[in-house]
């Protein structure tokens, strides 16, 4: 996960004109792959096998959640967000959204189709993403941890850079091309991802906090400096969660997002539990509504509807799963003082908008 894909409404509202860019190259493009030098393609392999080997060449989906920290230049943080983002590798598609408070305010994605986007902030709110925004979400596909999934197989070419120091960290760097996509690689003498840098002194990203989800090696924390040396973004990975498959709409049209605490027929307010990201949290329950007569209580933390966990889920699915036709729903939660999981039967009823 790499926070060059945190595109903001700012941005969206000035950049250049929009175009339909390709995200994936044509098949015909396949046959192009370079042979690479043994020195390069043996270090792919080795940061291949370091990172996850096949557990990290067999991804098919991720999901992130995370929080990113902007900062000015005195070092201290001007803003925070929360953001969401699933990536379908086979398919090249990624789709980001912004959490602000408890609602979904920005969705970003790419598609072999194009790109397109919601926010509530920009004018018109949807639309195509500018071609500025395209490139940059296309290269996340090729980038960082997900860069390294092929090892040394199908890419346009490699080099070795040789020595490196990098924000003072110091490893061998490694310039690949993929699809188009050129990064320079910071890697240890093992294979282990340290960090990337523009080869101009642009910029450079550092890599911390490893984790193995699933025999892949994520780097929960990044630290991203500008050409001077400083310091700009931290991003601080909350959840990476590797999936065999994903919800057959989740890189459906960017739309306007209901909010959470709109009335939805139940009677209760859920947002995302903050800063941990790690269910929906029961903000407030009206006495006489369907959460109440269930036995909601504040603070409870959704984990499953129907049986689905909800973990996995965005804020629009969980919306979606909680509101529909009268009737009832099972909703699992978890409970202070409770040691497993609570079941409440919640029965589906109009409620007064106010």
């Known amino acids: 996960?790499?926070?060059?894909?945190?595109?903001?409404?700012?941005?969206?509202?000035?950049?250049?004109?929009?175009?339909?860019?390709?995200?994936?190259?044509?098949?015909?493009?396949?046959?192009?792959?370079?042979?690479?030098?043994?020195?390069?393609a043996a270090l792919l392999d080795k940061a291949l096998a370091y990172n996850g080997g096949p557990a990290l060449a067999a991804l098919k989906y991720v999901r992130y959640r995370y929080q990113v920290a902007d900062l000015g230049p005195d070092g201290q943080p001007m803003n925070f967000r929360n953001q969401q983002m699933t990536t379908d590798y086979a398919g090249a598609r990624l789709r980001t959204e912004t959490v602000t408070g408890r609602d979904v305010t920005n969705i970003n994605q790419i598609t072999p189709a194009g790109g397109s986007y919601w926010d509530a902030a920009a004018a018109p709110p949807v639309g195509p993403l500018p071609a500025n925004v395209m490139t940059v979400y296309r290269r996340s596909l090729y980038s960082g941890l997900e860069g390294l999934r092929s090892g040394a197989r199908n890419r346009d070419s490699a080099r070795v850079l040789g020595p490196r120091t990098v924000g003072g960290v110091s490893g061998t760097g490694l310039e690949v091309v993929t699809y188009g996509v050129t990064t320079a690689y910071l890697l240890s003498p093992e294979g282990a991802l340290l960090g990337e840098f523009a080869d101009d002194g642009a910029w450079f990203t550092l890599y911390s906090d490893f984790r193995q989800r699933d025999g892949v090696?994520?780097?929960?924390?990044?630290?991203?400096?500008?050409?001077?040396?400083?310091?700009?973004?931290?991003?601080?990975?909350?959840?990476?969660?590797?999936?065999?498959?994903?919800?057959v709409n989740t890189?459906?049209?960017?739309?306007?997002?209901?909010?959470?605490?709109?009335?939805?027929?139940l009677g209760m307010a859920p947002a995302r539990v903050e800063p941990s990201f790690t269910g929906f949290r029961v903000l407030s329950?009206?006495?006489?509504?369907?959460?109440?007569?269930?036995?909601?209580?504040?603070?409870?933390?959704?984990?499953?509807?129907?049986?689905?966990?909800?973990?996995?889920?965005n804020t629009a699915e969980v919306v979606l799963?909680?509101?529909?036709?009268?009737?009832?729903?099972?909703?699992?939660?978890r409970r202070a003082g409770q040691a497993a999981p609570v079941r409440l039967t919640l029965v589906r009823a109009a409620v007064p908008s106010h």
């Open 321 to 333: 799963r909680l509101r529909g036709p009268a009737g009832a729903v099972a909703v699992d939660v």
């Open 285 to 313: 329950v009206s006495a006489d509504s369907p959460a109440g007569r269930a036995g909601f209580q504040v603070g409870d933390e959704l984990v499953g509807i129907e049986g689905v966990d909800v973990e996995p889920l």
């Open 1 to 40: 996960m790499k926070t060059r894909v945190l595109i903001t409404a700012l941005t969206l509202a000035q950049a250049a004109p929009a175009v339909m860019a390709q995200a994936t190259p044509p098949a015909s493009q396949a046959a192009a792959f370079s042979v690479l030098p043994l020195e390069a």
């Open 217 to 247: 090696r994520f780097p929960f924390a990044q630290r991203d400096y500008d050409s001077t040396g400083r310091l700009v973004t931290v991003t601080y990975t909350l959840a990476a969660t590797p999936l065999a498959s994903i919800p």
């Open 251 to 265: 890189f459906r049209a960017p739309a306007p997002v209901v909010p959470l605490d709109a009335p939805i027929g």
